[in-house]
């Protein structure tokens, strides 16, 4: 690969106990979906928040755009170029779609004397407007409040928000989870609309189709611990969920090495 835009080397991750995350290494080129997949409880959500400056790990490199970076906070990570949309979506229901695209980064009209500024509702409209058309998002309109909309509608509004800072890395844990079919397609399609506006994206997903369909390589964890990296398409389902089980130790394997049968399945 070349430079990969974000890179993780060696990290490592302990909750007291528990090794969350043991010497993890992760890729994520310009241009690509990388999807992350593991059973429960494998490190994935951990992982992702330690990119998105929510979790410090304990060792580790993480290296963007060459160069090694702290991840102290989410503005960190925002400053960098990193959004995340995290499972519970954290819209605020009773505002509309406008309201939350720029949540947070509202656009002001400065005015003169001291009436402070005002919001650009107008801009900000016209701009949620193309950015939606841009994405092939359809939600009923830009004003309607996000309470009336789909649970595909509202996964579509968080990750076009993730967009208005101009990310180059987007995060996405669990995007189709609670979504019915179309709106399952809906989404994969804007996943893929990310990664042709020249977008590094992870998804983490445990819909194996969803993950064939869409990534570019995938990346398995297990009990914390890199267990093979995919390239596709050319892995079969069997085998992922061979990586994720643990009926392979897939760890220092290439994509197209033949599983062994070694290890037992797995216990978790
Ligand atoms: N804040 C925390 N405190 C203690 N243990 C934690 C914490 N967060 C995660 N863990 C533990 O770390 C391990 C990895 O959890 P993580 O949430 O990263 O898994 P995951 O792969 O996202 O799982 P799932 O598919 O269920 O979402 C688990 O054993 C979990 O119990
Ligand atoms: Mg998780």
Not at 197 to 212: D, E, F, K, T, W
């Amino acid at each position: 690969m070349v430079q990969p835009l974000l890179a993780l080397r060696g990290v490592s991750k302990r909750y007291g106990a528990v090794h969350a995350l043991d010497g993890v290494d992760l890729d994520v080129a310009t241009g690509e979906v990388v999807a992350l997949i593991g059973d429960n409880g494998a490190g994935k959500s951990t992982l992702i928040k330690i990119i998105a400056g929510v979790v410090t790990p304990d060792t580790g490199v993480v290296e963007f755009q060459g160069r090694p970076v702290t991840i102290h906070s989410p503005h960190a990570a925002a400053s960098l170029g990193i959004a995340t949309v995290f499972q519970d979506l954290a819209l605020c229901e009773n505002l509309d779609v406008v309201a939350n695209l720029y949540l947070g980064h509202e656009r002001l009209i400065p005015t003169v004397g001291r009436l402070g500024a005002w919001l650009d509702e107008i801009g900000m409209e016209r701009r949620a407007l193309a950015l939606l058309r841009e994405l092939a998002v359809k939600i009923p309109s830009v004003r309607t409040p996000v309470a009336m909309l789909s649970g595909g509608q509202r996964q579509s509004v968080a990750i076009a928000r993730s967009l208005i800072g101009e990310p180059q890395v987007v995060l996405l844990d669990e995007p189709t989870a609670a979504l019915g079919v179309e709106q399952t397609a809906h989404v994969l399609e804007l996943i893929l609309r990310l990664r042709d506006r020249g977008l590094g994206v992870v998804v983490v997903s445990h819909n194996l189709s969803n993950v064939l369909a869409i990534a570019s390589r995938a990346v398995v964890l297990r009990l914390g611990r890199n267990n093979g990296t995919f390239v596709l398409p050319g892995a079969t389902q069997e085998q992922l969920v061979a990586a994720i089980t643990g009926a392979t130790d897939a760890r220092a394997a290439a994509a197209t090495a033949a599983p062994s049968s070694d290890e037992p399945a797995g216990d978790e």
